[in-house]
């Protein structure tokens, strides 16, 4: 059996050569957490798996769920309950998404959710994070409706991974990136890599978990242009819109996201006086809006050409 001495000694003996890069195996369980400061909240990161990606038909077949604490200055500071389980949707399971998940119809059968473990884990949460929440939280909201009026976070789209040199978004990735890696075979795995990876720190040297919150705390801002004519598409993309195709109640546009109201409405502008007059819709959200399926901005208004 190896030491941890003897292991120390081999790591420390390929780093200093230059020609390796390792990587540590997710472990929750040698996380030295620093000292709360303040008063200590509770999130959980949650990770479904479905029978497909529509949110109107689809079943949830696997939940997993990672309870986690942090303290005012928004520092991983322990870890709270895991909770992993499997449903039968009361279908057969696609082949494609037993390929994807490894997920077969004998695991779920006759396999339910536990509805009060749940209920209990968000019950002591303050903030819900996904890695792609646009796709989970409608999921998850239909299991936990209490989850509707909660905050939530997305590790994708609430960190700018690209301003920190990431040239993707995949988990594998951002985890590989920061010298760690997970066995994904289940949601569980998944979830508590990405309370890990929050646990890193950014270039800064600043837990990516209070990054997340930081993003996450603030407004947000999309701007839509509907109605427009077919010959503005190349002009529009080259302005920064991209296109919404109006799934899951969004509008239907091209549309941009935006830093402030003010900076929509500049940019608004700067589309009528380059391309002609047309009228745009500001969306307002916040961390319990934002990534419904309804796409319920807090607020919208429409922006008329002067």
Not at 44 to 53: A, K, S
Not at 145 to 169: F, H, N, V, Y
Not at 267 to 296: F, M
């Amino acid at each position: 059996m190896i030491s941890d001495k003897q292991e120390a000694l081999w790591v420390a003996g390929l780093l200093v050569t230059n020609n390796y890069r390792l990587l540590r195996r997710v472990d929750l369980s040698k996380w030295v957490f620093p000292e709360p400061e303040g008063d200590i909240k509770s999130a959980v990161f949650v990770d479904v798996e479905t029978t497909g990606l529509h949110h109107g038909q689809d079943k949830v077949i696997e939940l997993g769920m990672q309870a986690f604490d942090f303290d005012a200055r928004d520092r991983i500071v322990g870890l709270g309950p895991s909770y992993q389980g499997f449903q039968d949707p009361g279908m057969p399971i696609p082949q494609k998404i037993t390929e994807i998940t490894g997920i077969t119809d004998e695991d779920v059968r006759g396999r339910s959710l536990n509805e009060l473990e749940i209920n209990d884990i968000f019950g002591h949460a303050r903030l819900i994070i996904a890695h792609n929440a646009r796709f989970d939280r409608p999921f998850v909201e239909f299991l936990a409706p209490q989850t509707a009026e909660m905050a939530w976070a997305c590790s994708i789209q609430d960190l700018d991974w690209e301003a920190m040199g990431m040239r993707t978004k995949s988990l594998d990735y951002l985890l590989m990136r920061h010298g760690l890696f997970h066995e994904a075979h289940r949601a569980l795995d998944d979830v508590q890599a990405g309370v890990a990876l929050l646990g890193e720190d950014d270039p800064d040297g600043k837990q990516l978990f209070l990054r997340l919150t930081k993003q996450a705390r603030r407004p947000s801002f999309v701007l839509t242009f509907h109605d427009t004519p077919f010959d503005w598409k190349d002009s529009l993309k080259a302005m920064g819109c991209f296109w919404s195709p109006g799934d899951d109640g969004q509008i239907k546009g091209w549309s941009m996201k935006c830093a402030s109201a003010e900076e929509a409405k500049a940019c608004h502008q700067h589309v009528v006086d380059q391309l002609g007059p047309v009228e745009a819709i500001l969306s307002r959200y916040n961390a319990l809006t934002r990534y419904k399926h309804e796409d319920l901005p807090n607020a919208r208004e429409t922006l008329k050409p002067n």
